[in-house]
């Protein structure tokens, strides 16, 4: 059975501090790993898509990074903006993602 | 405002009352999800359609679920008897393919009192 496991759970950063959020995976045969944020009350937003080791994206102060056994999101010089709930997504088959519970960031200015 | 719309956004209902749900996805993806996601956890899988195909389903869906895409465009979600258990946030999603990222709709909040 496909797993993810996000840590920490929650994260709390001051403006500026940079840091970086941990998702690890176990799946059997790597289709994608996703990473989307998700503000309260309202529906994941697609972020990034890595797809084999060593892989690497970047939207503004986020980077994804992708290993073969887990994929760090790194945040640099956070802003208030950023303070979301973060998950990670694993596909395995070819439809259906595999998500783990989510780090929530809080960054304080 | 091309994204996925759900609607309704809330929906408060009574044990033992039949509920439904739709999700139209962005227009051009062929391929169309809904997940569960109660508080404190990520989205759970529920089922899979590739145009009006219905290709996946969860364990999680239980008997009294039943999800349809009769034209390929929009689906329904449909949930019957309900218990207090299925309390969550019901997500929709769409995608071009197995490729890309799925992009979720608002969701929409079910409370079962």
């Known amino acids: 059975e496909d797993q993810v496991t996000q840590s920490p759970e929650a994260l709390r950063l001051q403006e500026g501090e940079s840091s970086s959020l941990n998702c690890s995976y176990t799946?059997?045969?790597?289709?994608?790993l996703f990473w989307y944020r998700q503000d309260p009350g309202k529906g994941p937003e697609f972020l990034f898509t890595l797809y084999s080791a060593g892989e690497e994206k970047e939207k503004e102060r986020l980077k994804a990074t992708l290993t073969k056994k887990e994929s760090f999101l790194h945040i640099t010089a956070p802003k208030p903006e950023d303070s979301a709930t973060y998950l990670c997504?694993?596909?395995?088959?070819?439809?259906?993602?595999?998500f783990g519970k989510g780090t929530m960031l809080l960054v304080s200015p | 405002d091309t994204g996925v719309s759900q609607d309704p956004r809330h929906k408060i209902t009574k044990r033992g009352q039949n509920v439904t749900f739709r999700c139209d996805p962005i227009s051009e993806h062929n391929r169309l999800y809904w997940y569960r996601q109660t508080l404190g956890q990520g989205p759970e899988f529920l089922t899979y359609f590739q145009n009006e195909a219905q290709l996946e389903k969860s364990r999680l869906l239980s008997d009294r679920f039943s999800a349809e895409r009769p034209k390929g465009s929009f689906s329904t979600l449909e949930i019957q008897r309900t218990e207090q258990g299925d309390s969550a946030m019901y997500l929709c999603a769409s995608s071009t393919n197995a490729s890309w990222g799925q992009f979720f709709g608002p969701g929409t909040r079910l409370t079962v009192l």
């Open positions: 997504a694993a596909r395995s088959g070819y439809s259906t993602l595999t």
């Open positions: 799946v059997s045969g790597l289709r994608g």
